[in-house]
DNA sequence: ACCTGAACACCGTTCAAGT
DNA sequence: ACCTGAACACCGTTCAAGT
């Protein structure tokens, strides 16, 4: 073995899957998923695409280990936490742990949508869940009523949730076409003009979705702080 | 204007953006999205791919035209339920047109993802919406609560939930990895095998699919209806 | 063992040309 | 006004060939 040989000492850094996943997360990261393409994070890495092929089967398993990278983060960032300490505590463990989970999502915004598509659970997400599941039977949970919460918590549980009043920013609202939503729409009318006073203007993406996403992921725990109450009474 | 200029004796029936629109829900049903190609939908019609571009703008326009399509056959089936009678029916209301949507979502699997992907809300989406927020708002919630409502409900509203726990059809779990998994995730090992008495194998993936949306969407209607009975007592 | 160049079978989309 | 054929710029992926 030479000196050129000692990986340390060379100056062109070996490709390997990590360095792969790695440029495809900041691709994404910076230019969003569709993006991120073979050629385009072979570029990234001053190599062919087909290159890429020595380091990960295929696109979807790319996009597996770029899910793997951000679950790992979640998990890196939770590892710290306080568990519960009393079974009344559960609660605010849960609830640290998701918002946690959510400021890692809210980092990789292109994150949630390919979670969703995954069809097969990463060991690093199954990983995650069970230390959340840990939590609730840590509060007293049955196993029956801990799997029940898991599912109603579903993709709330790693820090997000389809938001389906998208914002549309381009979209100005002009006085007729307010006028014309208010006989269409007369609920939603009315409901833009009464909360939006605080600031925002009347259009659909004036929500706080941080207080949005807490206010929903109180009411589910709240809810499931109340079954386990009823039934460890 | 002769006999055969006439539409109605007209053997080939014209193309229109209707007749396009069914053609890829119908390909999306049987086959899944990705078989929805423009050459695919123009072949369905027996016609060449670049026909569409008459009827349809682009791909995008055609996804939103489907997104359409499904919504408006949600929107006829929740118009012969009854609205609520007083102001407590409200969550009986809100539940019935939820779970419709539901059965619509079934049908058409590949719905939900799609919908998630669209950054513009279609007049139908919002129609929707509009009805379930009178609902929640005939119920005596105010503007305030109601918006919160929707937020905290998200996709449910819609008759879908992200779920995160995948069936894995094609893992049989055999002794080892049971054993393997007791000690890398003993909570959810412990949980499967728990809950896994009824009948059901001891796999992820066993789970009813309908009992967990119920269960969630009690808990949120469940919660939403405490914070309402607060307010309005 | 790892990387490359050329090629293949697909996409969505354009454009000039037909009727 | 509507449809077509050929073409373009992209994809993911294969394969034989290089070192």
Redesign the interface.
Known sequence: MTATDDESDSVRIPLNRDRVLGAAVSIADSDGIDAVTMRRVGQELGVEAMSLYNHVANKDDLLDGMVETIVDEVIEMVATQDPPETPDDWKRAARDRILSAREVMLAHPWAP?V???????T?E???Y???L??IL?AGGMT??L???A???L??R??GF??????P?DAHESSGSEVREMEI?????A??LT??SHDGGEPV?GW?DDQT?FT??LD??L???DLLRAAATR
């Not at 269409?184 to 939603?188: A, R, S």
């Open positions: 949508a979670i969703e598509t995954r069809t097969d659970m060991p997400l199954v990983r869940f069970d230390g599941l840990g039977l196993f029956d801990g799997h029940h898991m599912h109603a579903g993709s549980a790693l949730s389809q938001r389906l009043f998208v549309d269409e729409f007369p609920n939603l009315g409901m009464a909360v659909l929500c949005e206010f929903g009411l589910i709240d809810g499931l």
